[in-house]
């Protein structure tokens, strides 16, 4: 059974600072997809980036990147130039076929 | 409507009655996913929908829980006798045409707490 695990509980960083979300999965399969979604207060979980495990390269998305390790089953989410908006919960999520298994979530605070 | 929408937004019962929880998606969407996420959690899946059908049901925890989507729209989650341990924040998603490739997007979800 594939499994996604994110290790950081809460992670704080200083508005305008660089700061890294870790993701690790398990799977067997080669072909699946990666996400990364934001959960703010209002409980609607967005997406911010997605990755194509066939891609080699990591996917950006404004000031949210990634770097993806398929071979060490690794998907971290790295924010440049934080803003006090990006605060939130954020979820790393797995999917091969119909359903997105995520993990237990990091709690992101950003300090002014 | 421009995103998915789900009502109520938070619902409070008591143990042992039976409550319903709806989920209008993106229009045009032809799948539609309910998740259930616990305090502190990530969301766990619960059923897909491809249209009218159950695609996927192996998330449903027991027999008390039902769901429908008879139009191929909206869809209503079903919980029969409920019990503390129901208690979470139900989301409901959907895409455009549930292939891997394609984006769910979630609505806001209704926070169910059983007293």
């Known amino acids: 059974a594939q499994t996604v695990t994110q290790s950081q509980p809460e992670m704080s960083v200083q508005e305008a600072e660089t700061v890294t979300l870790s993701c690790t999965y398990d799977?067997?399969?080669?072909?699946?997809?990666l996400f990364w979604y934001k959960q703010p207060p209002s409980r609607q979980m967005i997406l911010v980036i997605r990755?194509?495990?066939?891609?080699?390269q990591n996917a950006t998305e404004n000031r949210f990147s990634v770097n993806f390790q398929k071979a060490a089953k690794s998907f971290s989410l790295k924010i440049s130039d934080s803003q006090l908006g990006d605060a939130a919960m954020y979820f790393c999520?797995?999917?091969?076929?119909?359903?997105?298994?995520f993990g237990t979530g990091t709690r992101l605070q950003v300090f002014p | 409507g421009a995103g998915v929408s789900q009502t109520p937004s938070n619902k409070v019962t008591e143990k042992g009655k039976y409550v319903e929880l709806r989920c209008d998606p993106i229009?045009?969407?032809?799948?539609l996913y309910w998740y259930r996420q616990s305090l502190g959690q990530g969301p766990e899946f619960l059923i897909y929908?491809?249209?009218?059908?159950?695609?996927?049901d192996s998330g449903l925890p027991n027999d008390r829980f039902f769901a429908v989507r008879p139009e191929g729209s909206v869809s209503t989650l079903k919980i029969q006798r409920t019990e503390r341990g129901d208690s979470a924040v139900y989301l409901c998603?959907?895409?455009?045409?549930?292939?891997?490739?394609?984006?769910?997007?979630f609505g806001p979800g209704t926070r169910l707490t059983v007293l």
């Open positions: 990755q194509e495990a066939y891609k080699q």
């Open positions: 929908f491809q249209g009218t059908g159950a695609a996927d």
């Open positions: 799977t067997s399969e080669s072909d699946y997809y």
């Open positions: 999520a797995y999917r091969n076929s119909d359903k997105l298994i």
């Open positions: 229009s045009g969407h032809t799948a």
């Open positions: 998603a959907s895409s455009l045409f549930g292939l891997s490739t394609d984006t769910q997007y």
